[in-house]
């Protein structure tokens, strides 16, 4: 069974730091681009992050640049998500996904996990 759990999300203060985590299972994990996606309270979808099979790309949405960086542990089929002087618009439900096709960056997100809440405040 394909499935990502997150986890590590929780309440900071603005200006501090928290690192998600997402354990993979089901599949070969380093053959897929993954991805970080987020959806603030009463808001849609939006994209913060992706990371190649290997792990020596990321990218970043423009709203997260220079302060969060994506990682992943391909030994431990996991992948994370460092951020750093988080803001309060930072808040959402933060879900970490799976690339559809193998090796290659698709941009179809086939598989997502259930999200982990991070909420950023004073």
């Known amino acids: 069974q394909v499935q990502l759990v997150e986890s590590g999300g929780g309440l900071v203060q603005p200006g501090g730091s928290l690192r998600l985590s997402c354990a993979a299972s089901g599949f070969t994990f380093s053959s897929y681009w993954m991805y970080w996606v987020r959806q603030a309270p009463g808001k849609g979808l939006e994209w913060v992050s992706a990371i190649n099979t290997g792990g020596s790309s990321g990218t970043y949405a423009d709203s997260v640049q220079g302060r969060f960086t994506i990682s992943r542990d391909n030994a431990k089929n996991t992948l994370y998500l460092q951020m750093n002087n988080l803001k309060p618009e930072d808040t959402a439900l933060y879900y970490c996904?799976?690339?559809?096709?193998?090796?290659?960056?698709?941009?179809?997100?086939?598989?997502w996990g259930q999200g982990t809440l991070v909420t950023v405040s004073s």
């Open positions: 996904a799976r690339d559809r096709r193998r090796e290659i960056l698709d941009g179809y997100l086939a598989v």
